[in-house]
């Protein structure tokens, strides 16, 4: 008790000092009003808005405030502009923090910083950088420079130029960063490097030096100068793959001319079912797909069978050959050819499998057997590894 006596009476001595020196005291009060201009030369006509410092502000919209800068415009109702030079800030409750000649003009939109950079989409966002363009619902730019989206829900993280731009309408891709990139459907991913791009959608490019993916659900991890156009197609890197076909992963690491494809190995899945002793195709897709031979193609190949029927019966295949395609004229080597089980349960020993050139593809047929004249329901999968080359 006799210290906070002691602490008040010396606050009351040195307030009376002070006084007596001449000095004049203020206390901290309220200030109450519509509205706070403080700088020089604004236009405030806002209902209850402020601006609370800088030069040459403008506010035109209710309940919209400027904390300072000079030439900001803040047209946005219940919006805010924390400073800067000459941003404009108009979409409803949009927020522009700072920077200069930013333009955000969209509701519930964002913009963090930077320089030149332009946000036209409803909830969209650009947290800095400079000269980045933003039209999709819900998309973001985080930063970068010179990068673009035009679709919804999408997202650029960084990087150089690169674009995001779905047709479709889809939207709800993702470009990490790198430079010159590009996706142009929707639900795809580019991870960064320089100059891929992506038109089939699902598709992923993990990075790399100029990678096309243009297939549905297909995958380039990285490398150079890949091209992915089958469906569910795979290339893991390296360098000039071509994956034209349903399914195919494909490896080069050069070729002799552009695009490539002209060098590499590929790994291919078929699969069908049979019954009885009906003869089936096994086909990429499972039903239409077929190991096209390219023109100008020839491949060398290893085939795995597996079969396994409703009973638990199986059996094994396998062969090898070569095929090639002479002005769209496929030609087995080899000619047709059956095989017989390399090893198998009783009931799948008569089962076959048979090999020949059919609409420009290696055509990979099965047969199945019958017990005690039940006819047995197969399911049958091949893989198939190929070298291949063109000339």
Known sequence: MKKLTSIACSRGLIAAALIGAGHSIAFAQDTYGDRLNIGLGHILTGTYSSIAGGTNNTINAPFATIGGGVGNRNDATYGFLGAGNANVNQGYAAVTVGGESNVNTNDYSFVGGGTVNTNLGNLAVIVGGAGNYNTGYGASVVGGLLNQVFDDLSFIGGGEQNTTRDAGGGGHSFIGGGIFNTVSTNYAFIGGGWGNSIGGSLGFIGGGYINTNNALGGTIAGGVQNVA????????????????????????????????????????????????TNTAELFLDGASERLTTPTAGTWTFDILVAARSSNGDSAGFRTNGVIKNVGGTVTLLSGQKTLVPFVSDFALSGSRVILSATSNALAVSVKGTTTNGVGLTNRWVATVHTSEVKY
């Open 229 to 276: 156009t089958g469906s569910y197609s795979t290339i893991a890197g390296g360098a000039q793959a071509v994956a034209s076909l349903y399914g195919q992963s494909a490896h080069a690491n050069g070729g002799f001319t552009s695009p490539g494809g002209d060098a590499q190995a590929s790994d291919y899945v078929l699969r069908g079912t049979s019954t009885g």
